[in-house]
């Protein structure tokens, strides 16, 4: 059975930082190309961070020199620090795997850590 379980979300105040960790298990973790995705109040699913089995990284233009992705193949985690974090950063973050099998895609989702950018 495969399962992500995000963890490390919060309440912060603007400016502070946080670290986002997603836990994968049941999946050949090295495989896939993880995301981050957040959702705000009254709006669409955006993708934040992408980090592809070889490593390699992209961001949305938002949050492009404040947020890193990472992952760790060993400990089978991805995560994603956030620094200068703005109110408007404040969403449920979802973490996301993914690999294409035979020209389909397989994903799978975490169940959603809540980020509160507020003084």
């Known amino acids: 059975q495969v399962q992500l379980v995000e963890s490390g979300g919060g309440l912060v105040q603007p400016g502070g930082s946080l670290r986002l960790s997603c836990a994968a298990s049941?999946?050949?973790?090295?495989?896939?190309?993880m995301d981050w995705y957040r959702q705000a109040p009254g709006k669409q699913r955006e993708l934040v961070a992408t980090i592809t089995s070889g490593g390699t990284t992209n961001y949305t233009d938002t949050v492009k020199g404040r947020f890193t992705i990472s992952r760790d193949n060993a400990k089978n985690t991805v995560s994603l620090q956030m620094n200068s974090l703005k109110p408007e950063d404040t969403a449920v973050y979802y973490c996301?795997?993914?690999?294409?099998?035979?020209?389909?895609?397989?994903?799978?989702w975490g169940q959603g850590t809540q980020v509160t950018v507020s003084s």
């Open positions: 049941g999946i050949v973790f090295r495989l896939y190309t």
């Open positions: 996301n795997a993914r690999i294409l099998i035979f020209n389909q895609n397989r994903e799978y």
